[in-house]
């Protein structure tokens, strides 16, 4: 189900099941000649569109606009857009305060965006996984009060924990492509990777007969392929599920 499109009483519904709520974020950036900018955003859109057709989901509306830097190409004649971090962050917050009001308590973001750096982090995620934390430490604290971690309530907290059911699983920030996926489909940009991703998830969103070798980090775009693609995308898919525990 699509968020915005949602009846009142099917938002209560999905609150009551504690139904997944995900949102795809991502940037736009160049993606060499051959690619559209939206290529990192786009690639976990149409995974959970794939996926809201095989298990209950809540997809929230994609947001685009995070920290792609200039690093790959200046904006001006690429198409590239960059917003601060700390931008991100304060938006973040905003996003996580008013999912978490309205009840959902199994809230879902998957990134692809520089996530081969993942465990580090890079700007983008570690502003959502920041903003995740300080929103559920203040919406506890509103709730419960100052001391609430240390009441004798919250005596089971390790185990709810270990068991994955305390507050803090309340969010979570994930890569699009498990560690195990990226290890047998190695992350790139716009090469071989990225590029069969693409032409497996998102066809309209590649035409070759546009790629310029002029880029050293999109030559891999030459080897390119729907079957590699689609063996990344069924893997994908299914950490994907995995994720959201099914």
Not at 39 to 59: F, G, N, Y
Not at 75 to 92: T, W
Not at 133 to 154: L, V
């Amino acid at each position: 189900m699509h968020y915005e499109m949602m009846f009142p009483d099917q938002i209560r519904e999905a609150i009551d099941k504690n139904t997944p709520v995900a949102m795809a974020l991502g940037v736009l950036e160049y993606h060499g000649e051959h690619l559209s900018p939206g290529v990192d955003t786009l690639l976990p859109i149409r995974a959970l569109e794939i996926l809201e057709k095989e298990m209950p989901l809540v997809i929230m509306p994609p947001f685009y606009y995070g920290a792609g830097s200039y690093a790959v190409a200046a904006p001006e004649r690429n198409g590239g857009i960059h917003v601060d971090s700390q931008v991100l962050q304060q938006f973040a917050r905003q996003y996580f305060y008013n999912l978490l009001r309205i009840g959902f308590r199994n809230i879902y973001v998957f990134i692809h965006h520089q996530s081969e750096n993942f465990a580090n982090g890079m700007p983008t995620d570690l502003a959502f996984k920041l903003a995740a934390r300080q929103e559920i430490f203040a919406f506890i604290e509103r709730e419960r009060g100052d001391g609430w971690w240390g009441d004798n309530s919250s005596e089971n907290y390790y185990e709810e924990h270990n068991a994955g059911s305390d507050p803090f699983n309340w969010i979570h920030i994930c890569p699009f492509m498990s560690a195990k996926a990226q290890s047998q489909f190695p992350i790139d940009h716009a090469g071989e990777q990225e590029t069969s991703l693409m032409m497996a998830f998102c066809p309209e969103g590649v035409d070759m007969s546009k790629f310029s070798s002029a880029e050293w980090y999109s030559q891999g775009a030459k080897q390119a392929s729907l079957s590699y693609g689609s063996r990344a995308k069924a893997i994908t898919l299914r950490d994907m599920k995995k994720v959201m525990g099914y």
